[in-house]
């Protein structure tokens, strides 16, 4: 079945740098962009870019703009989202998403914040 | 950016009694490929977002048949025609038609 699996929970210190991967299975992984949101505690969805794993080109929220870089591999059928500078306002959940359907979500990965 | 309001902010509802929520968009979703992004996610306490309705109105494909969308332009509609209690939970509208894809603020949809 169609699905993407993120990596394990993580806890940074204020100033460090967080990569998530989101592995994508079920599917042919160069036919549809996948896109990062997030949503911190008891808040709702915020877009933070877009990757395009066929030719890996990535266009990013103005927020993020260079602070986060989206990358794929290929040959694992992985996409990675990296957020530098983190402060505790990162503190969120992360989803990797597929298409502009929305269809699936990743599972989520907590990324906590604290000193 | 599109802005997506969604109303009400909460909606309590009686089990088997319907609900509606509204989403406008500050500008019309339809894309240059004539289709409309819009989406509705359902989101049960402690998970993650799940699809119920794309481009409008097509169900996803396990949704229960008493989720229905509908709408055009900047004004959409997400009904639930008998809540059940397997409903709770937040809803989201969600425009993919142009960069940035934008959320609504949510719609908490719990029983009375």
């Known amino acids: 079945q169609v699905q993407l699996v993120q990596s394990g929970a993580e806890v940074k210190r204020p100033g460090a740098s967080v990569n998530i991967s989101c592995k994508a299975s079920g599917y042919t992984f160069t036919t549809y962009y996948i896109y990062w949101v997030r949503q911190a505690p008891g808040q709702g969805l915020e877009w933070m870019g877009i990757i395009n794993p066929s030719g890996g080109s990535a266009s990013y929220a103005q927020k993020f703009q260079g602070r986060v870089t989206m990358t794929r591999d290929t040959s694992t059928s992985t996409v990675y989202m990296e957020l530098s500078s983190l402060t505790s306002e990162d503190t969120a959940l992360y989803y990797c998403v597929r298409g502009s359907s929305a269809y699936p979500w990743g599972q989520g990965t907590l990324v906590t914040v604290s000193s | 950016d599109i802005v997506m309001t969604q109303t009400p902010l909460s909606s309590p509802v009686t089990l088997g009694q319907p609900a509606s929520i509204s989403c406008r968009s500050s500008q019309s979703l339809v894309h240059s490929d004539g289709n409309t992004y819009l989406n509705w996610l359902q989101q049960r306490p402690g998970q993650p977002p799940r699809l119920l309705i794309y481009?409008?109105?097509n169900r996803f494909s396990g949704v229960p048949d008493r989720f229905s969308g509908s709408g055009a332009g900047t004004d959409f509609t997400l009904k639930i025609s008998r809540v059940e209690a397997e409903d709770v939970g937040v809803y989201y509208c969600?425009?993919?038609?142009?960069?940035?894809?934008?959320f609504g603020g949510g719609t908490k949809v719990e029983i009375k």
């Open positions: 481009k409008i109105s």
């Open positions: 969600m425009q993919a038609t142009q960069y940035p894809f934008t």
